[in-house]
Protein backbone atom coordinates (compact mmCIF):
# COMPACT_ATOMS: atom_id res chain seq x y z
CA UNK A 1 0.00 0.00 0.00
CA UNK A 2 1.23 3.44 -0.76
CA UNK A 3 -0.15 6.70 0.25
CA UNK A 4 0.51 10.02 -2.37
CA UNK A 5 -0.13 13.58 -0.47
CA UNK A 6 1.30 17.08 -1.28
CA UNK A 7 5.01 17.67 -0.11
CA UNK A 8 5.15 19.94 3.05
CA UNK A 9 8.31 22.18 3.85
CA UNK A 10 9.51 19.21 6.30
CA UNK A 11 9.49 17.03 3.28
CA UNK A 12 12.00 18.20 1.36
CA UNK A 13 15.31 16.89 3.12
CA UNK A 14 13.63 13.08 2.35
CA UNK A 15 12.68 14.64 -1.39
CA UNK A 16 16.40 15.83 -1.85
CA UNK A 17 17.92 12.26 0.34
CA UNK A 18 15.42 10.37 -2.25
CA UNK A 19 16.96 12.34 -5.38
CA UNK A 20 20.76 11.31 -3.82
CA UNK A 21 19.84 7.68 -3.91
CA UNK A 22 18.43 7.32 -7.10
CA UNK A 23 19.68 10.09 -9.44
CA UNK A 24 22.90 10.72 -11.61
CA UNK A 25 21.61 14.33 -11.61
CA UNK A 26 21.36 16.42 -7.86
CA UNK A 27 19.60 19.64 -6.48
CA UNK A 28 20.79 21.86 -3.90
CA UNK A 29 18.26 22.54 -1.19
CA UNK A 30 17.05 25.95 -2.23
CA UNK A 31 16.15 24.26 -5.51
CA UNK A 32 13.54 21.95 -3.26
CA UNK A 33 12.83 25.01 -1.46
CA UNK A 34 12.55 27.42 -4.61
CA UNK A 35 9.84 24.86 -6.19
CA UNK A 36 7.92 24.24 -2.30
CA UNK A 37 7.36 28.09 -2.04
CA UNK A 38 6.94 28.87 -5.64
CA UNK A 39 4.63 25.80 -7.08
CA UNK A 40 3.68 24.24 -3.69
CA UNK A 41 0.43 22.84 -5.56
CA UNK A 42 2.56 20.77 -7.79
CA UNK A 43 4.89 18.66 -5.63
CA UNK A 44 3.95 15.61 -4.22
CA UNK A 45 5.94 12.14 -2.06
CA UNK A 46 4.81 9.28 -2.01
CA UNK A 47 5.27 7.21 1.32
CA UNK A 48 5.49 3.23 2.40
CA UNK A 49 3.02 1.88 5.62
CA UNK A 50 6.08 3.34 7.66
CA UNK A 51 5.32 6.92 6.41
CA UNK A 52 8.52 7.05 4.84
CA UNK A 53 9.24 8.88 2.07
CA UNK A 54 10.44 6.82 -1.20
CA UNK A 55 9.68 9.19 -3.86
CA UNK A 56 8.92 12.09 -5.26
CA UNK A 57 8.07 14.76 -8.17
CA UNK A 58 8.70 18.19 -8.40
CA UNK A 59 7.20 20.09 -10.99
CA UNK A 60 6.83 23.91 -12.01
CA UNK A 61 4.89 26.19 -14.08
CA UNK A 62 6.27 28.29 -16.93
CA UNK A 63 4.76 31.29 -19.04
CA UNK A 64 5.86 31.79 -22.97
CA UNK A 65 3.83 34.64 -24.17
CA UNK A 66 -0.06 33.84 -23.29
CA UNK A 67 1.21 29.90 -23.52
CA UNK A 68 0.82 28.43 -19.83
CA UNK A 69 3.06 24.78 -19.25
CA UNK A 70 3.82 22.66 -16.75
CA UNK A 71 7.19 21.50 -16.85
CA UNK A 72 8.41 18.18 -14.57
CA UNK A 73 11.88 18.90 -12.64
CA UNK A 74 12.41 15.63 -10.78
CA UNK A 75 10.98 12.29 -9.98
CA UNK A 76 12.48 9.48 -8.21
CA UNK A 77 11.46 6.57 -6.59
CA UNK A 78 13.65 4.54 -4.68
CA UNK A 79 14.97 1.67 -6.05
CA UNK A 80 13.24 -0.65 -3.65
CA UNK A 81 9.53 0.57 -4.10
CA UNK A 82 9.83 0.87 -8.11
CA UNK A 83 7.35 -1.00 -10.55
CA UNK A 84 4.32 -0.68 -8.21
CA UNK A 85 2.96 2.48 -10.29
CA UNK A 86 4.25 5.25 -7.62
CA UNK A 87 5.67 7.31 -10.29
CA UNK A 88 2.74 7.13 -12.73
CA UNK A 89 0.62 8.24 -9.89
CA UNK A 90 2.84 11.02 -8.82
CA UNK A 91 3.06 12.02 -12.33
CA UNK A 92 -0.90 11.53 -12.94
CA UNK A 93 -1.30 13.96 -9.61
CA UNK A 94 1.43 16.79 -10.27
CA UNK A 95 0.02 16.41 -14.00
CA UNK A 96 -3.47 17.11 -12.53
CA UNK A 97 -2.69 19.75 -10.20
CA UNK A 98 -0.47 22.03 -12.97
CA UNK A 99 -4.15 22.23 -15.02
CA UNK A 100 -6.29 22.56 -12.39
CA UNK A 101 -4.44 24.75 -10.64
CA UNK A 102 -2.52 26.88 -13.54
CA UNK A 103 -4.79 25.81 -16.26
CA UNK A 104 -1.19 24.24 -17.85
CA UNK A 105 -2.24 23.60 -21.68
CA UNK A 106 0.41 20.91 -22.00
CA UNK A 107 3.37 19.35 -19.59
CA UNK A 108 6.67 18.93 -20.54
CA UNK A 109 9.76 16.81 -19.09
CA UNK A 110 13.26 15.88 -19.97
CA UNK A 111 15.01 12.79 -19.54
CA UNK A 112 18.02 11.20 -20.09
CA UNK A 113 18.49 9.17 -23.61
CA UNK A 114 19.88 6.20 -21.92
CA UNK A 115 16.86 5.62 -19.09
CA UNK A 116 15.11 3.52 -21.03
CA UNK A 117 12.79 2.34 -17.79
CA UNK A 118 11.30 6.39 -17.99
CA UNK A 119 11.10 6.39 -21.42
CA UNK A 120 8.89 3.25 -21.30
CA UNK A 121 6.51 4.97 -18.44
CA UNK A 122 6.70 8.20 -20.22
CA UNK A 123 5.22 7.35 -23.92
CA UNK A 124 3.62 4.26 -22.83
CA UNK A 125 2.06 4.94 -20.06
CA UNK A 126 1.36 8.52 -19.79
CA UNK A 127 1.68 9.19 -23.63
CA UNK A 128 4.08 11.75 -23.27
CA UNK A 129 6.51 11.53 -27.08
CA UNK A 130 9.73 13.29 -27.74
CA UNK A 131 9.64 16.35 -29.03
CA UNK A 132 13.06 17.20 -29.27
CA UNK A 133 16.76 16.07 -28.64
CA UNK A 134 18.70 18.13 -25.79
CA UNK A 135 22.60 17.73 -27.05
CA UNK A 136 24.68 17.00 -24.07
CA UNK A 137 22.12 18.54 -21.71
CA UNK A 138 23.19 16.83 -18.95
CA UNK A 139 26.39 17.91 -16.68
CA UNK A 140 27.93 14.54 -17.24
CA UNK A 141 27.37 15.40 -21.39
CA UNK A 142 24.21 13.26 -22.04
CA UNK A 143 21.59 13.89 -24.42
CA UNK A 144 18.11 14.31 -23.41
CA UNK A 145 14.90 13.93 -25.11
CA UNK A 146 12.43 16.78 -24.45
CA UNK A 147 8.76 15.55 -24.12
CA UNK A 148 5.45 16.16 -23.79
Given amino acids: RMNIRSAKAEDLIAMQHSNLLCMAENYHMKYYI?????????????????????????AKVKEEGTVKHGLITS???????????????LMRQSIRAMVE?????????????????????YSNVLHFYVVALEPKYYRDGEDAYTMR
Fill in 34 to 58: LHNISWPQLSYVAEDDSGRIVGYVM
Fill in 75 to 89: LAVKRSHRRQGMAQN
Fill in 101 to 121: CFKAQYVALHVRKSNLPALRL
